[in-house]
């Protein structure tokens, strides 16, 4: 591959400057001991330790997790078997094509209309059955909604990878439709399906907007903490938060290159 | 086995994960066209009697006669997200191009450090740049001392500071799909194109964008969307003046209870939507049938 | 009779894949099915296999009806073209898959299984994966998992196309040796004409969905019915000819003998160009032709002629472009051809 260019190195290393300049500055004053961030206060870990006395900061992390595990375990489930219904059965065309629709509108659909048609739905089964307040279930409902769609993509994706070959060939000899799944397709499934729940995690553990519309006075998530402490004004602890949250992510992130990056060394070998 | 049984099984695969999109998306949203129509009680709760009331709101007409400012908002939004989106794909340009010449030990490292902001909470990606725009902290004034910016210039809250938190969202989602395209590039065509005596710029044009498109068209999908329907930038950075299209559709499904609005407005988002995702795709296949 | 296939149809939405076959397939034999690419070969295996089921016609086995049978319920098994073993199991748990599946204890299996190895000469591969394994080993590995069940039929889909020519050579001589040892029906697909010769008792020839000859395999390649079968077994001597007496006919060669009464007023001739014999000049019934080109094949030489013909002959005398050549063609040699197809 050609080498880059002056130019091209130098608007590179710009663009990581502009998309860095930020996160670094919520990390630098996360630790600046003066609490307007004006002047440079001394170092200190006051912040973050205060952090951890912090109930509200602890329980909403804790929904968020809660939140994320839940609607993943759920997601993950529904969106395997849909996978697994549209790639392996002859649907008709017209039948193809409507799943197919609707397996790609939580992905194409913006945000916020997202939420507005679940404010709407759970509204109106509120006004239907009297159960559905905006809480913690509706949470996890909203979620498992679009983290279905990621899921069964990811999961159909690596079916077409394997192929039908090997289904075929456990037919051939003698096997079950129940056997043929549990000791071919979900074996061979296994890390397609990992790679969808992953996904899915953090599509929920990030997720702002949907949260925000969907959850009640009780179920406050991470991100809706710090988007409502920012409006009542910016701290250092939420620096501190923030800062978390990130290191988080660079592990997280770190960890899923490795992972990646070894299957596929595996795959090439 | 027939095809017959064989479907029967299939649904039961399949109904579950259909229903639950279907009852909590699909057919909300097509609900909203519905309560688009409705009208607000006087307690905030909905008036199922059909009315235009909403559409003509959306369009102007109010109890203080027209005002353009509805649809200011909507046209605004799209072009927001529209220049958002070329400024993104101009400067993931040099980055896709960077990444993939990296060589492979130290790539992983650089797109480690793409992923990070790209894997981020947007909440947290958008208050910084408070941090940074804000005229009494230091950056801005470190900046105002090198001349880059007049002092207490307030970047932010301003329109600047949306326009910058949007680039700065959404330039991952334009980077990653241009550098998967650009990582495929069949650099014959260019030396093919540099043998017929065709100068940078159009080698540039003939043989190495054509051959992104792919890649763009995935990144402007990715951005352009999400982008029209975005609230949290232009209500963070942006203050109290700076309203887009979400920040509408958010009020009044918060402080001003008024749902039937709120639900116009959304169908007005949607309607713009699909007229993108329509177009993109169909450009994206004719310029990809040619190249 | 083993298996008799009745009128079989099968379409892919617009396309004839198959366009109601009758077969009958004798048990102990091995049966080729030959043809090129898209003549419905594949899919008339995968129909008796189970894996696909026909649209119209009757699949019967041993006299009884197993159309509507699922694979997994007949008693036949399937070498597929990629062997699609399973990757995520060793080689003696991909064997042991089928009678496990049957029921059998998975001790019992995995015993048997290590046995099935040694009968592809495949001992002490037991913990190996299928990427650690040659492509020809892997084939090997195939059969083995096939063969294990004692299955009715063993169904063979292009089973040699991924190997390279030499060991595509063995393992033909192999497959022949194995069918005959163990007496189980083989039927075999194939676009190789040559594999075909090597292997088979019987072969079918297909073309478009339908049957272009099927006979013994000596029959089909000495007397092939039609131009098609004649050209893809290899042959490519063809003579116009025209009725002129009951066995006679008059080709551009001149007047030549049949050995049976002549089918047609007007029609062509085949004859394989090795059959075709040089002869001393005045000798009856030769014919002349110049040599366009002579080509050296290590053994033996082909003869391009001027007048379209091919002959192989030895590499006893040289021959050079110009020669002239004499030569005859005995009357049970000459095949007419009845369609023109």
């Given at each position: 591959?050609?080498?880059?260019?002056?130019?091209?190195t130098g608007?590179?290393w710009g663009?990581?400057?502009f998309l860095?300049?930020?996160?670094?500055c919520?990390?630098i004053?996360?630790?600046?001991?003066s609490?307007?961030g004006?002047t440079?206060?001394g170092?200190t870990?006051?912040w973050?330790?205060r952090?951890?006395?912090n109930?509200?900061?602890?329980?909403a992390?804790?929904?968020?997790?809660?939140?994320?595990?839940?609607?993943?375990?759920?997601?993950?489930?529904?969106?395997?078997?849909?996978?697994?219904?549209?790639?392996?059965?002859?649907?008709?065309?017209?039948?193809?094509k409507?799943?197919?629709?609707?397996l790609n509108?939580?992905?194409?659909?913006?945000?916020?209309?997202?939420?507005v048609?679940?404010v709407i739905a759970?509204?109106a089964l509120?006004a239907?059955?009297?159960?559905?307040q905006?809480?913690m279930?509706?949470?996890v409902?909203?979620?498992?909604?679009f983290?279905i769609s990621?899921v069964a993509l990811v999961v159909?994706?690596?079916?077409?990878?394997i192929g039908?070959?090997?289904?075929?060939?456990?037919f051939d000899?003698y096997?079950?439709?129940?056997?043929?799944?549990?000791?071919?397709?979900?074996?061979?499934?296994?890390?397609?399906?990992?790679?969808g729940?992953?996904?899915?995690?953090?599509?929920?553990?990030?997720?702002?907007?949907?949260?925000?519309?969907t959850?009640?006075?009780d179920?406050?998530t991470?991100p809706?903490?710090?988007?409502?402490?920012?409006h009542?004004?910016?701290?250092?602890?939420?620096?501190?938060?923030?800062?978390?949250?990130m290191?988080?992510?660079i592990?997280?992130?770190?960890?899923?290159?490795?992972?990646?990056?070894?299957?596929?060394?595996?795959a090439?070998? | 086995?027939?095809?017959r049984?064989l479907?029967?099984?299939?649904?039961l695969f399949?109904?579950p994960?259909?229903?639950?999109?279907?009852a909590?998306l699909?057919?909300p949203c097509?609900?909203?066209?519905?309560?688009?129509?409705?009208?607000?009680?006087g307690?905030?709760?909905?008036?199922?009697k059909?009315?235009?009331?909403?559409?003509?709101?959306?369009a102007?007409?109010?109890?203080?006669?027209?005002?353009?400012?509805?649809?200011?908002i909507?046209a605004?939004?799209?072009?927001v997200?529209l220049?958002?989106?070329v400024?993104?794909?101009?400067?993931s340009y040099?980055l896709?191009f960077?990444?993939?010449?990296?060589?492979?030990?130290?790539?992983t490292?650089?797109m480690t450090m793409?992923?990070i902001p790209?894997?981020?909470?947007?909440v947290?990606?958008?208050y910084?740049?408070?941090l940074?725009?804000?005229?009494?902290?230091?950056?801005?004034?470190?900046?105002?001392?090198l001349g880059?910016?007049?002092?207490?210039?307030?970047?932010?809250?301003s329109q600047i500071?949306v326009?910058?938190?949007?680039?700065?969202?959404?330039?991952?989602?334009?980077a990653?799909?241009?550098?998967?395209?650009?990582?495929?590039?069949?650099?014959?065509?260019?030396?093919?194109?540099?043998?017929?005596?065709?100068?940078?710029w159009?080698?540039f044009?003939?043989a190495?964008?054509?051959?992104?498109?792919?890649?763009?068209?995935v990144?402007?999908?990715?951005?352009?969307?999400?982008?029209?329907?975005?609230?949290?930038?232009?209500d963070m950075?942006?203050?109290?003046?700076?309203?887009?299209?979400?920040n509408?559709?958010?009020?009044q499904?918060g402080?001003?209870?008024?749902?039937p609005?709120?639900?116009m407005?959304?169908l007005?988002?949607?309607?713009?939507?699909?007229?993108?995702l329509?177009a993109?795709g169909r450009?994206?296949?004719?310029?990809?049938?040619r190249? | 009779?083993?298996l008799?296939?009745?009128?079989?149809?099968k379409?892919y939405g617009?396309?004839?894949a198959?366009?109601g076959?009758?077969l009958e397939i004798r048990?102990?034999?091995?049966?080729?099915?030959?043809?090129?690419s898209?003549c419905?070969?594949?899919?008339?295996?995968?129909?008796?296999?189970?894996?696909?089921l026909?649209d119209?016609?009757?699949?019967?086995?041993?006299?009884?009806?197993?159309t509507?049978?699922?694979?997994?319920?007949?008693p036949?098994?399937?070498?597929?073209?990629?062997?699609a073993?399973?990757?995520h199991?060793?080689?003696?748990?991909?064997?042991?898959?089928?009678?496990?599946?049957r029921?059998?204890s998975?001790?019992?299996?995995?015993v048997?299984?290590?046995?099935?190895?040694?009968?592809?000469?495949?001992q002490?591969?037991e913990a190996?994966?299928?990427?650690?394994?040659?492509?020809?080993?892997?084939?090997?590995?195939?059969l083995?998992?096939?063969?294990?069940?004692?299955?009715?039929?063993?169904?063979?889909?292009e089973?040699m196309s991924?190997?390279?020519?030499k060991?595509?050579m063995e393992?033909?001589?192999?497959l022949r040796?194995?069918?005959?040892?163990?007496?189980?029906?083989?039927v075999?697909?194939?676009h190789?004409?040559?594999?075909a010769?090597?292997?088979?008792?019987?072969?079918?020839?297909?073309?478009?969905?339908?049957?272009?000859?099927?006979?013994?395999?000596?029959e089909?390649?000495?007397?092939?019915?039609?131009?098609?079968v004649?050209?893809?077994?290899?042959?490519?001597?063809?003579?116009?000819?025209?009725k002129?007496?009951d066995?006679?006919?008059?080709t551009?060669?001149?007047?030549?003998?049949?050995?049976?009464?002549v089918?047609?007023?007007?029609?062509a001739?085949?004859?394989?160009?090795?059959k075709?014999?040089?002869a001393?000049?005045?000798t009856?019934?030769a014919?002349t032709?110049?040599?366009?080109t002579?080509?050296?094949k290590?053994?033996?030489?082909?003869?391009?002629?001027?007048?379209?013909?091919?002959?192989?002959?030895?590499a006893?005398s040289?021959w050079?472009?110009?020669?002239?050549?004499?030569?005859?063609c005995?009357s049970?040699?000459?095949?007419a051809l009845?369609d023109?197809?």
């Amino acid at each position: 591959m050609r080498k880059a260019g002056w130019f091209v190195t130098g608007a590179s290393w710009g663009v990581f400057a502009f998309l860095y300049l930020p996160l670094l500055c919520v990390a630098i004053f996360s630790l600046n001991a003066s609490r307007s961030g004006l002047t440079w206060g001394g170092f200190t870990l006051d912040w973050y330790r205060r952090l951890l006395h912090n109930d509200l900061v602890l329980r909403a992390a804790a929904n968020s997790l809660i939140l994320a595990l839940a609607s993943t375990a759920i997601s993950t489930v529904l969106g395997t078997l849909l996978a697994l219904g549209i790639q392996r059965i002859p649907w008709g065309k017209r039948a193809s094509k409507g799943m197919e629709a609707l397996l790609n509108l939580p992905v194409v659909t913006p945000d916020i209309i997202f939420a507005v048609a679940l404010v709407i739905a759970f509204g109106a089964l509120r006004a239907l059955t009297g159960l559905f307040q905006l809480g913690m279930p509706t949470m996890v409902v909203g979620h498992v909604a679009f983290q279905i769609s990621f899921v069964a993509l990811v999961v159909r994706s690596r079916l077409e990878a394997i192929g039908m070959d090997l289904e075929e060939a456990s037919f051939d000899l003698y096997a079950s439709y129940g056997r043929m799944l549990t000791s071919v397709v979900l074996p061979l499934l296994g890390p397609g399906i990992f790679a969808g729940a992953a996904l899915a995690f953090t599509l929920s553990l990030d997720d702002f907007v949907i949260s925000f519309f969907t959850s009640g006075p009780d179920s406050i998530t991470l991100p809706i903490f710090i988007y409502a402490a920012v409006h009542r004004g910016v701290t250092p602890e939420i620096h501190a938060l923030s800062t978390l949250v990130m290191l988080g992510t660079i592990a997280a992130v770190s960890i899923m290159q490795k992972l990646t990056a070894r299957s596929g060394a595996e795959a090439g070998a | 086995m027939s095809p017959r049984t064989l479907r029967l099984r299939g649904l039961l695969f399949v109904v579950p994960g259909i229903a639950w999109v279907g009852a909590f998306l699909a057919v909300p949203c097509l609900a909203l066209a519905v309560v688009a129509f409705a009208q607000r009680g006087g307690f905030g709760e909905i008036e199922w009697k059909f009315s235009f009331e909403n559409l003509k709101r959306l369009a102007g007409w109010d109890l203080f006669g027209w005002s353009p400012d509805n649809l200011w908002i909507l046209a605004r939004s799209f072009w927001v997200a529209l220049v958002s989106t070329v400024f993104c794909v101009l400067l993931s340009y040099p980055l896709a191009f960077f990444l993939a010449t990296r060589p492979s030990k130290t790539r992983t490292v650089w797109m480690t450090m793409l992923l990070i902001p790209f894997w981020t909470n947007l909440v947290i990606r958008t208050y910084a740049w408070i941090l940074v725009l804000s005229p009494n902290l230091p950056v801005a004034r470190l900046l105002a001392f090198l001349g880059f910016i007049p002092p207490g210039f307030p970047a932010y809250p301003s329109q600047i500071a949306v326009w910058i938190g949007m680039v700065a969202a959404f330039l991952p989602f334009v980077a990653l799909p241009l550098y998967t395209s650009v990582e495929k590039i069949d650099w014959a065509l260019v030396e093919a194109s540099q043998d017929l005596y065709a100068d940078r710029w159009r080698s540039f044009w003939t043989a190495i964008f054509p051959q992104t498109l792919p890649g763009i068209s995935v990144g402007v999908t990715l951005t352009l969307v999400p982008a029209m329907g975005m609230f949290v930038i232009p209500d963070m950075l942006g203050g109290a003046r700076f309203m887009l299209v979400g920040n509408l559709i958010e009020e009044q499904f918060g402080t001003a209870r008024d749902w039937p609005f709120g639900a116009m407005v959304s169908l007005a988002l949607m309607i713009l939507t699909l007229g993108t995702l329509m177009a993109v795709g169909r450009n994206g296949k004719a310029k990809e049938a040619r190249a | 009779m083993s298996l008799v296939l009745g009128t079989l149809r099968k379409n892919y939405g617009p396309v004839q894949a198959l366009r109601g076959v009758d077969l009958e397939i004798r048990r102990g034999e091995f049966f080729t099915l030959l043809g090129p690419s898209g003549c419905g070969k594949t899919t008339l295996l995968r129909l008796i296999a189970g894996l696909e089921l026909a649209d119209q016609g009757s699949i019967v086995h041993e006299g009884k009806d197993i159309t509507k049978v699922p694979a997994n319920r007949r008693p036949f098994n399937t070498v597929f073209q990629s062997y699609a073993l399973f990757p995520h199991m060793t080689v003696q748990e991909n064997i042991a898959y089928g009678p496990i599946s049957r029921g059998k204890s998975k001790v019992d299996s995995m015993v048997r299984a290590k046995d099935a190895l040694e009968m592809v000469r495949l001992q002490g591969f037991e913990a190996r994966y299928p990427h650690q394994m040659s492509g020809g080993q892997r084939q090997r590995v195939a059969l083995a998992r096939a063969l294990i069940n004692e299955p009715e039929i063993l169904l063979l889909d292009e089973p040699m196309s991924a190997l390279d020519a030499k060991l595509r050579m063995e393992v033909q001589v192999e497959l022949r040796r194995l069918q005959k040892r163990l007496g189980t029906t083989f039927v075999m697909v194939t676009h190789d004409q040559q594999e075909a010769l090597t292997v088979s008792d019987r072969i079918a020839v297909m073309n478009a969905g339908q049957f272009a000859q099927i006979g013994p395999v000596r029959e089909v390649f000495d007397r092939p019915a039609s131009k098609f079968v004649a050209d893809f077994l290899g042959t490519e001597n063809f003579i116009e000819a025209e009725k002129c007496g009951d066995r006679l006919v008059r080709t551009p060669l001149g007047t030549l003998e049949l050995s049976e009464e002549v089918p047609w007023e007007k029609g062509a001739l085949t004859i394989r160009p090795e059959k075709i014999r040089l002869a001393e000049p005045g000798t009856p019934g030769a014919w002349t032709a110049l040599v366009e080109t002579a080509l050296y094949k290590g053994g033996y030489q082909v003869l391009l002629l001027d007048n379209g013909l091919r002959v192989e002959t030895d590499a006893r005398s040289q021959w050079a472009a110009g020669d002239a050549v004499h030569a005859t063609c005995s009357s049970d040699s000459l095949v007419a051809l009845r369609d023109v197809d």
